[in-house]
């Protein structure tokens, strides 16, 4: 699984000019399950996220994580960060889990993230989503489950 994951004031989705979810103070989560991925991504991911300390407190600029400060989260999913631009013009999506597989995964991360007792707004899944946010920071982050680095 991997995560774009920005720190944000308020974040939002739109569906066809509607608003279905919101989230004030917390991260904005947009995440991809890949094909090889599973249960264990998913705890990883979920843990990770629930415990990054990339909050302030006072001079510490990244000292506190959502689950001090009971902030809130918006994952969304979006198989395009596991996009391979390596090669060519065109982005391959090789790597993305099919849609059944992704979008259990995608629900067990939300799930995973709200049995940390935290708030957790979602997307909705294959939908074509205006995602809105006012960015902390800015602080913008990538996480992945497995070893790319």
């Not at 995560?3 to 991260?27: C, D, F, H, T, Y």
């Amino acid at each position: 699984m991997r995560a774009v994951v920005q720190r944000v004031k308020e974040a939002w989705v739109r569906i066809n000019g509607e608003e279905v979810s919101r989230i004030g103070p917390g991260l904005l989560i947009l995440a991809g399950v890949a094909a090889d991925d599973g249960p264990e991504d998913v705890e990883y991911l979920a843990k990770k996220l629930a415990n990054l300390r990339i909050f302030a407190e006072g001079r510490r600029l990244m000292h506190l994580s959502l689950l001090d400060l009971q902030y809130e989260a918006l994952i969304v999913s979006q198989f395009t960060i596991l996009g391979d631009c390596r090669k060519g013009r065109r982005p391959s999506f090789d790597q993305a889990a099919p849609p059944e597989l992704a979008e259990k995964l995608y629900e067990d991360l939300v799930a995973a993230l709200a049995g940390y007792g935290l708030r957790v707004a979602t997307g909705r899944f294959r939908e074509m989503m205006e995602v809105g946010l006012v960015n902390d920071g800015p602080v913008t982050l990538l996480l992945d489950s497995k070893k790319i680095f």
